[in-house]
């Protein structure tokens, strides 16, 4: 199976993130490709015109990456799919892999990364990102620099939480859009930082974003 150069597509509500995907492929050799925020989009455009390969986020609104690859393969279509998460938890690989995913990346992959999943995907066989413990994926280490490591995977509320901070949220706001105390936001963020080893807000987002981490 040869990954068409033609068109690729990237799902992802993190416009930076979907950005940084996008930057690696075309020092692939991949400059055809279009972003879209969520799986519904992705939908929409398949049925116009269906692309060579597509990533997708496993968490968008409007369509997460999960059911919007139960979509894809509920309507035939059979271009390779590759999840796109910062989580590493065994629950959300194996989902993503039985339905019908053809590789699972941690979103602090680089382009050689990239790279191994197209090469895997061409032989007919599934990738899973290397930042994945799949034996024990209870907890993960994941190289981020010299400096910096997460320990300790996220779960799926403190996921949401980086995202709105990343976003630029405040802690109260975000406690308005996710319906909680501003106590409990605030707990998940000293959480969320003693995960990542910073020890201000301002470092966590500029690594998280630098890392692709959201």
Sequence with gaps: ?????????????????????????????????????????????????????????????????????????????????????????????????????????HKSCDVQEISKAIAAIENNNTYISSAVNYINTSTIKVSINSEYYLKEALTKREVEILGKYCEGLTTEEIAQQLFLSAATVDTHKKKIMQKFGVSTLSKLVAVAIKNYFV
């Design 1 to 105: 199976m040869e990954i068409k150069r033609d068109l690729i597509y990237i799902a992802d509500d993190h416009i930076m993130v979907a950005q940084g995907i996008s930057s690696l492929l075309q020092q692939l050799g991949y400059t055809n490709i279009r972003i879209f925020t969520n799986g519904d989009e992705v939908l929409k455009a398949c049925n116009t015109k269906a692309p060579s390969l597509i990533f997708l986020d496993i968490y968008m609104p409007e369509g997460d990456g999960i059911s919007t690859l139960q979509k894809l393969r509920a309507n035939g279509y059979q271009m390779p799919i590759l999840i796109l998460s910062m989580t590493a938890e065994k629950k959300y690989v194996d989902t993503s892999m039985d339905a019908g995913a053809n590789g699972y990346l």
